[in-house]
Structure formats: structure tokens, C-alpha cells
């Protein structure tokens, strides 16, 4: 089974700091691999799906990449907020491409 | 634009008795999935539906079945309830086709307590 790993599993910085966020996999034969926010309580937020074919994707200040055949993902968000502040899970597919397997995320904080 | 919508929102039941989530997609999607995510857990795949028919099976209890509809739209039916079965189960949808383009659209979730 494709196993996920998120580092660091808890996070605290000042408000407009750069930060990385990192996810490992297994398995590298993945179809893709996609990034969620979550807010305490509440759904999952897509932020960024990138495909196997690709190196990395860009929404705003997010910037994700990929490493497939080191099995790697990094999450950067720049000028980080307040408002940034949730759990965020990055997710890959099992081998039928349907289901996915999550990361236990990492607990951002940023403090004004 | 449209998401996918999950009812109810939350459910209280108590241990043996019965419940059933509903789950919309967003439209022209025909593919749904189901989670289950516990307190201070990730999410766990529990079952998904392609164009009607099940796609794939993870971690789903015997108690539980779920079906996708003519209109895409999908049911979770949980019986005998147990207390370990209070958790935030949620649904998503895709559209169906190249995988290495699905993108999971997950809905707001359903919060179930057992007591």
C-alpha cells in the first residue's frame, strides 16, 4: 500500500515568512499527487493537483513541486498569513487511481 | 460554481440504529468517492463509484454499502452503528477519463455521532 509522510507534522511562523512544506511517498508510480487545506472541523480544500508528468504547479502565493523518482513533494507558500493557517494534507492515489492515500498533514500556524 | 453537496450536515444516532449519508456531485462529474476521517485523523477511503459501478473498495465495514444512482448522485448506508463509528465522512467527485488529471472535489462532510 502507498504510504504517505508529511514533514513537519506541526508548523509556527511569523506572519510573511516563507515556508516549505514536505511530503514523501513509496511508491512513485503515481498517476498524480494533490495538496488539500484543511480548516478545523471542516472540508477538504484542493489547492493544487500535479500531474505525474509534471514538475511542479502554481496557484497565487502556493507553489507546488514533484520528484517522482525520489518519491518527494514540497509545498511552498510565500508571504505567508494569518489567514494560511490550517492543516494541510497532501494525498496520491492508490494503484486503481481512484482512491487516495493521505498524509497526516502539517498544523500551520502563522502569527500576526 | 456548483460543489459537491453532502445531507445532512450533521447526524446524531444512537449504537445499533441505522443511517444513511447523501452525496451530490458537481455536475458532469460521474465518478464518487467516500471517506471516513475520525477526530485527529486522515481521511480513509472507504469505497468509489465510476459511472454507476463500483471502482474501488479500501477500509469499508460489512455494515456499511453505498450506491451510485442514475444521476450520479451516491448514498452511504451505515446499519448496527457503533460508538467508533462517529467520525466526519466525506464525499467527493471527479470527472471520469485520464487519471492523471483527476482532481478529488471533496464536499463539506457529514458529521456522524454514535452515542
Known amino acids: 500500500k502507498q504510504e504517505v509522510t508529511q514533514i513537519p507534522a506541526a508548523l509556527s511562523v511569523p506572519e510573511g515568512e516563507n515556508l516549505v512544506l514536505n511530503c514523501s511517498f513509496t511508491?512513485?508510480?503515481?498517476?498524480?499527487l494533490q495538496w488539500f487545506r484543511q480548516d478545523p472541523g471542516k472540508g477538504l480544500t484542493s489547492l493544487l493537483l500535479?500531474?505525474?508528468?509534471?514538475r511542479e504547479q502554481t496557484s497565487g502565493r502556493l507553489n507546488a513541486s514533484l520528484d517522482k523518482s525520489s518519491g518527494r513533494s514540497t509545498l511552498y507558500i510565500a508571504a505567508s498569513q494569518p489567514g494560511d493557517s490550517a492543516t494541510y494534507l497532501c494525498?496520491?492515489?492508490?494503484?486503481?487511481?481512484?482512491?487516495?492515500?493521505f498524509g497526516k498533514g502539517t498544523s500551520l500556524l502563522v502569527t500576526p | 460554481a456548483a460543489g459537491v453537496i453532502q445531507s445532512p450536515r450533521h447526524l446524531i444516532k444512537e449504537k445499533r440504529e441505522t443511517a444513511t449519508l447523501k452525496c451530490y456531485p458537481i455536475?458532469?462529474?460521474?465518478?464518487v468517492y467516500w471517506y471516513q476521517q475520525g477526530p485527529g485523523q486522515d481521511p480513509q477511503f472507504l469505497i468509489s463509484?465510476?459511472?454507476?459501478?463500483?471502482?474501488d473498495k479500501g477500509s469499508i465495514p460489512d455494515r456499511f454499502s453505498a450506491q451510485q444512482f442514475s444521476d450520479y448522485h451516491s448514498e452511504l448506508n451505515m446499519s448496527s452503528l457503533e460508538l467508533g463509528d462517529s467520525a466526519l465522512y466525506f464525499c467527493?467527485?471527479?470527472?471520469?477519463?485520464?487519471?492523471?488529471?483527476?482532481?478529488?472535489?471533496f464536499g463539506p462532510g457529514t458529521r456522524l455521532t454514535v452515542t
Open positions: 467527493a467527485s471527479s470527472n471520469g477519463g485520464d487519471r492523471s488529471i483527476y482532481e478529488q472535489y
Open positions: 511508491d512513485s508510480a503515481i498517476y498524480n
Open positions: 500535479i500531474q505525474s508528468s509534471q
Open positions: 494525498a496520491v492515489p492508490s494503484n486503481s487511481g481512484y482512491a487516495l492515500n
Open positions: 455536475p458532469r462529474h460521474d465518478t
Open positions: 463509484f465510476y459511472e454507476k459501478m463500483q471502482s
